[in-house]
């Protein structure tokens, strides 16, 4: 009776251990790549895997091969991989807006590392590396616990009859709504990444041949090259992360549509003309220089292989041809603190890094320099002599959005940035939507003051953004459109935009644009026969 009891005992606690583990293994393998569709209906179906997984088993028990402890290892670790897949493509849509893809993602790992390790203070680093490691040696145990309960499910004397009850009913489950739909499974995404490496190589040919068919390649003259411009300085400067979110959105937009109006009358009234419109980036996010090879090559580069394909086949870029017209060239670039050769394959002949803007203040967030900062030490660093072309890289609105700097009244006191040691701190916002409507209001407040303030000749300003932020504040079906502004003292050249369809005042118009074809709409604009 005893021995009975044990038995039964034992069969309760194997049927509970199978249980559980197929419960664990449809909760990881079947993990959407949205928070809110966690444990909604996909998420809380049978995963096919763990079914499959157990049917494999029992198929092998019947034939005499019943699995051991080892095996039990050799299935916990594929399904660990099948795992952190799962997790990738969480990250990729939470950051990138679009599902991963390990051909162009794995490269990027480094620089997602550097933004984190940048952005994070030393607590939360600290508390990261030990809960991460902790976390992933979790989920490897439980993956083996898991395996080695389905094992000891097979070796059941039922083995054969569940066995046969799952081959014969698997193919009517999915009709009878009992797994997820077969693209669901992180099986199909781990098959989806072999199918996304072979279209990216089929994209990457087909670039290829893209890039060597460019109608502005080699010296074609200066004569008349932006002439148009009549040797007026040229700025353009990308405001990170402003996304069209920013004016459609009603809980950031109440932040920004005030301040752009604001903005607008003050231009107005210094005698500044200002026109704005809409360029489609081709990123969103994150990936902020592909926007920026975008516009100064006028390809679409989507992706890091495309950018370095357009690098090695020194594509034309407009800082090239302004440099062909007589301009100096200059990318200030507060975020590099490393060397940047692809600055001189761009065509800048003047590389104003982060040493070279000469800041010595504070450091907020990932990039350190203040926007305001940035702007006012241009006058200070750009060359002179000459008419310039500048692309100045603003970073105050990169994610996560804080610390954000104070704004400094009198830009004659910014100095070498020392003031803001003993400026005022801003407060963090409620939530992560608030703290990115607070910096990338500070960031646009810094550019259209310097605009007001600073430039004061007949120069021609260009402000956009280089992509919408993170799917965490713009939403999983966020556009890939931007803002750009053009603003100038020399009516002629704004309005030279109308032809665009860009509309008059702060609050953009008209069809957007695709951003790669700015550099030769630019050109043909603003070149004379």
Known sequence: MRRRFRHERRTAGGWLGFLAAVAWLSLVLNLPNWPPYWFGANHARLAPEAVGLLAVLALAAVLGRSPGRAWAWAVAVPLFVLVLLRLGDLAANLMLGRPVNLALDLPLLPSILEVIVASASWTELAVAAVLVPVGLAAILALNRA????LATTARHRSAPLLAGSLMVGAAGAFGLGVFPPPSWSATALAANQVRAAAETAALLEEHRRRIAADPLAGDGGTAGLLGGLGGRDVTVVFVES???VALDDPDISRTILPLLDGAGRRLEAAGVDLRSGMLVSPVRGGQSWLAHGTLLTGLRLSSQPLYAMALAARRTTLAHLFD????ETAAVA?????AWPEGVVLGFGHILDADRLGYAGPNYGWAGIPDQYTLSALGRVLPAGRPVFAQVVLVSSHGPWRPVPPMVADWDRIAGGEIYRVAAQRPAGADIREDY????????????EWIERRVEDG??????GDHQPAPLVAGPDASYAVPVHVASRSADLVEAFAGWGFVPGPRPGGEPLPM???????VETFSRP
Request: hydrophobic share 50%; net charge positive.
């Open 459 to 464: 120069g021609l300003v260009i402000v956009l």
């Open 146 to 149: 898991a395996a080695g309960a």
């Open 437 to 448: 409507a607070t910096a990338l209001g500070y960031s646009l407040a810094s550019v259209f």
């Open 334 to 338: 507060p975020a590099i603190r490393r």
């Open 324 to 327: 062909r017209a007589g301009y």
């Open 516 to 522: 790669e074809a700015f550099r030769d709409r630019f």
């Open 242 to 244: 402003y996304g069209e």
